[in-house]
């Protein structure tokens, strides 16, 4: 059954009329259920991190095929996201949300009785696919149902599972592959399709756009090939060398297909996929640049964090997980919190401090971190940073949505993703390589004393360096000192890059950062079908 819209109010230009809002407890239920479909997606994309030498095992794979099995996911998914929720907004989010959670939890449960690693990899491909179709539903049906005072508030709940819910997902995997097998990762994400399917089934609504233009289907495929070329660049260049012909190949096809997008869609104009036009606007490049750095900075300081109290520290992939559930739950609470922020001081504000906040804990924790502090050296400047992303990402989410029309949800939500998506593999892959050539640097003026083979096993890597030290006899405690005083200066040369990188955005955003909430979309909007559940 459809109904026509009905004329938007003036109070609320860009959300749904007063009659087809549904009640506060169904709004709460529609939350709860798209943030449950959420968690389900984040929490497989670092959830076989923690199973890598399980894998390689099971399957007598090379490092190189664990690695795409755990890649080959992030990379699907960022490749469909904008083509997927672009068609989520013209056939039915509804629809398109069951339609990604169930290809989701059929591929995981694939994944996890997987007989071989070709197997496994066509079950990551299409959990990719199906994440595809999820993530940017899950925010296009909250800022395309929820009223526009309770928008903000909702788009924080949101944010603050997309931020930490990656943190709390890798601290259960631990758990499960320590207590039980790695195949038991994928019971926790399709136990929360299950629940999220029924969910959806019972209470989401549907809407859809009705549009008079065609489906910018050149538009949607050069997406995916710029893309999917950009995202192999960013994980493939640090394992095979930014020089190698495959890299330098996938770097060119995703250039040319982004130049290719972005030229096509200008001409497309009002019927384009994605209407580039508006990132001169300051909300949409404000919050996507911000979107971009906050998420690189995040990934790049677990690059960081984790071989330091794993190798450094020497704990247990379960404590190490562990040990960054403060810094993720302060994430989440602030990201709750900043829209009431947002409310009394604006957009700009908001993020500017979330910013400050996160840039003062990089520089904290490159100043005091050390082999003698331990993990209390780190804390205070993981609960900053915390703080600080939490207080920057909610804003910036809604400045995304904001910037276009309510019928284009499902694609500003998109935007969102791919944002998200590129700036973790940018991060994990430019403040890995300032890590690896800060420790080396640091490592060499250290090994005078120790054998030419345990000090070439040691240049590459810390993890390299603790094991050449059970055959290195008198100088095992030598080596073992130097990797990791060595680890720590290397981790400095990091952080204080990614303090001059949140300083370059801190002055971008009190710049051209949003000045005021915006609800008011960016064109004039198309008709909306509301379709009864």
Request: hydrophobic share 55%; proline share 6%; charged share 15%.
């Amino acid at each position: 059954m459809s109904t026509n819209p009905s004329p938007r109010t003036s109070a609320d230009p860009a959300g749904a009329p007063d009659e087809d809002v549904p009640d506060e407890r169904r709004r709460r239920t529609i939350l709860i259920a798209v943030c449950i479909a959420l968690m389900a997606v984040v929490a497989s994309v670092s959830g076989l991190n923690v199973a890598q030498p399980d894998l390689a095992v099971a399957y007598d794979a090379s490092q190189s095929t664990v690695l795409w099995m755990i890649n080959l996911y992030t990379l699907s998914l960022a490749a469909l996201l904008l083509p997927l929720g672009a068609i989520g907004d013209r056939l039915g989010r509804k629809p398109m949300l069951l339609t990604g959670l169930s290809v989701f939890g059929v591929a995981g449960a694939v994944a996890g009785l997987a007989p071989s690693a070709e197997v496994m990899l066509a079950a990551r491909l299409f959990s990719g696919a199906g994440a595809a179709m999820i993530m940017p539903i899950t925010l296009a049906v909250i800022t395309s149902t929820f009223p526009q005072e309770e928008r903000g508030r909702a788009i924080g709940v949101w944010t603050g599972v997309a931020g930490g819910g990656g943190v709390l997902g890798m601290f259960l995997s631990a758990a499960l592959v320590d207590v039980a097998s790695w195949r038991w990762l994928f019971v926790l994400p399709i136990a929360l399709v299950v629940v999220a399917f029924a969910m959806v089934l019972r209470s989401v609504p549907n809407s859809r756009e009705k549009s008079g233009h065609d489906f910018d289907t050149v538009g949607a495929l050069t997406s995916v090939v710029a893309v999917a070329g950009l995202i192999f660049v960013l994980q493939e260049g640090p394992e095979h060398g930014w020089t190698s012909p495959a890299t330098l190949l996938s770097l060119a096809v995703g250039v040319c297909a982004a130049i290719g997008f972005v030229v096509w869609e200008l001409r497309r104009g009002d019927a384009a996929l994605l209407n580039v036009r508006l990132f001169g606007e300051r909300g949409l490049a404000g919050g996507s640049i911000t979107l971009l750095v906050v998420f690189g900075v995040q990934a790049g300081v677990f690059v960081v964090l984790f071989p330091f109290l794993q190798a450094v520290l020497g704990w247990s992939g379960l404590l190490s997980t562990l040990a960054l559930m403060p810094m993720a739950v302060l994430m989440m609470a602030a990201s709750g919190l900043a829209p009431r922020m947002a409310a009394r001081v604006g957009p700009r504000a908001t993020m500017a401090t979330g910013i400050l906040l996160a840039g003062a804990g990089l520089a904290l924790m490159a100043a005091i971190v050390s082999v003698a502090g331990g993990y209390l050296s780190v804390l205070p400047g993981m609960l900053a940073m915390g703080v600080g992303m939490g207080l920057s990402m909610t804003p910036s989410t809604e400045a995304i949505t904001s910037a276009l029309p309510r019928e284009r949800q499902g694609v500003a939500s998109a935007l969102n993703d791919v944002t998200r998506e590129f700036g973790t593999a940018l991060g994990v892959a430019l403040l890995g390589a300032l890590l690896s050539s800060g420790y080396r640097n640091a490592i060499d003026s250290r090994l005078a004393d120790v054998p030419q083979g345990s000090a070439d096993t040691a240049r590459e890597g810390v993890a390299n360096a603790l094991a050449a030290a059970n055959e290195a006899g008198p100088d095992a405690e030598a080596l073992i000192r130097a990797a990791r005083e060595s680890f720590v200066d290397g981790w400095q040369h990091a952080m204080w890059a990614g303090v001059a990188v949140m300083a370059a955005l801190l002055l971008y955003v009190l710049a051209r950062g949003p000045q005021h909430p915006t609800h008011t979309p960016a064109n004039e909007p198309e008709p909306v079908e509301v379709i009864a559940p």
